[in-house]
């Protein structure tokens, strides 16, 4: 199997370890305070590493999304690796390609340690489905998913339709317009995974599934705006 290479790999492929374990604390509830769903407020690879005692191996279903590494994001690395020099490398706004020519290593190294927790977290039997844009970092992401959870464990991609009105703006005249966005989704191991369906919502059942898939429903992914709008226009179905 292929594998892919970048600057200071090697100092985070074991970086998911040195990683400390932090104690929770419970702060205030929404709702129920019976109800196992929590809020973290913490830097993201410490409340995962927190997870682990509790989840490993537990989660069923993991969905993450990324940054793109578009460079509109001004994304920060700001991982505690060990390593003098790394940090001084990392420890930076990540900008445009042309201001900073290795952003899709820090990209790499950023996205390392998260895939390997959440490996660790997913159940035998679960699914983590990321999102990504196909014109930056879709081909890094599916090599270094390939590595962690192996290529075998690839269950396919999901391409749902992004924007449907035509991008305005001086760069469209240059570029192919992207009107869709892939999310890849892989099983911890395919051998125990059961499978899952995607099929149309029925309005008169609240769960209809729940006989065989627990308490569940599914509907079309829809973007921030629609919301109790309903706006047809921000529903975009998903396309295989």
């Given at each position: 199997m292929p594998t892919l290479h970048w600057i200071w790999k090697d100092k985070?492929?074991?970086?998911?370890?040195e990683i400390p374990y932090r104690l929770l604390k419970k702060e205030y509830v929404h709702g129920s305070d019976t109800s196992e769903n929590k809020i973290i407020r913490w830097d993201n690879l410490e409340a995962l590493k927190s997870l682990l005692p509790e989840y490993r191996g537990r989660v069923k279903c993991i969905y993450i999304d990324p940054p793109y590494n578009t460079g509109n994001e001004w994304w920060i690395y700001n991982d505690n690796v060990n390593?003098?020099?790394?940090?001084?490398?990392?420890?930076?706004?990540?900008?445009?390609?042309w201001e900073d020519l290795s952003r899709h290593d820090k990209w790499l190294c950023m996205m390392y340690p998260h895939l390997r927790l959440l490996h660790e977290l997913l159940a035998p039997d679960g699914v983590i489905f990321v999102s990504i844009n196909f014109m930056h970092e879709h081909?890094?992401?599916?090599?270094v998913m390939d590595e962690i959870f192996w290529n075998s464990n690839c269950l396919w991609e999901i391409t749902w339709e992004s924007t449907t009105q035509p991008i305005n703006s001086w760069s469209a005249r240059f570029w192919l317009q992207q009107k869709?966005?892939?999310?890849?989704?892989?099983?911890?191991?395919?051998?125990?995974?059961?499978?899952?369906i995607l099929e149309e919502l029925d309005s008169w059942l609240?769960?209809?599934?729940?006989?065989?898939l627990w308490a569940c429903r599914f509907e079309i992914i829809e973007k921030s705006d629609a919301g109790a709008y309903e706006r047809k226009t921000m529903k975009f179905p998903i396309l295989w």
């Open positions: 985070v492929i074991n970086h998911h370890r390593d003098p020099k790394m940090k001084r490398w990392l420890h930076t706004v990540v900008g445009k390609e081909a890094n992401l599916r090599l869709v966005e892939p999310i890849i989704f892989y099983a911890k191991d395919i051998k125990r995974q059961n499978g899952f609240r769960y209809p599934h729940a006989w065989k």
